[in-house]
């Protein structure tokens, strides 16, 4: 195998798991950048716009476009309270944590591991993999 086959297999994998978490998710009008964003803040709540822009690797700008639009179907709202300087965090609003909640069931079925042939074995050293990735990248 060429030193680049597996970041190629990687990028083919990572659609293929892109695309059937698309379909999963629009059942619940959510785009997986969108599905990503609630539950960062379901899991760590009071996220800033950069915050949310570096955990979910989206542009600032992009960023920005999305939490518009999460704010526009009432599913996020910025925290009345704020954080150090012009900081203003976001957080999960009623609606959105039940959104979140509905959703969350679907998309962990479309992630399991089993599901793609891997054992718990193969799915650990897959997230070890991955994880040195997305640091040392």
Do not use: C
Request: no cysteine; hydrophobic share 40%; charged share 25%.
């Amino acid at each position: 195998m060429n030193d680049g086959a597996a970041m190629w297999s990687l990028i083919r994998a990572s659609r293929k798991l892109e695309r059937a978490l698309a379909d999963v998710l629009a059942d619940y009008e959510l785009t997986p950048a969108q599905f990503t964003v609630l539950a960062h803040l379901g899991e760590a709540p009071s996220l800033t716009q950069a915050d949310l822009a570096r955990t979910t690797f989206e542009r600032p700008r992009s960023t920005a476009s999305l939490l518009r639009g999460l704010e526009d179907r009432h599913l996020i709202a910025r925290s009345p309270a704020r954080g150090r300087g012009n900081r203003q965090p976001f957080e999960l609003t009623h609606h959105g944590r039940a959104l979140l909640s509905s959703a969350r069931p679907a998309v962990e079925s479309t992630l399991d591991h089993r599901r793609y042939g891997l054992s718990s074995l193969e799915a650990t050293f897959l997230n070890t993999t991955l994880q040195s990735i997305l640091t040392n990248g």
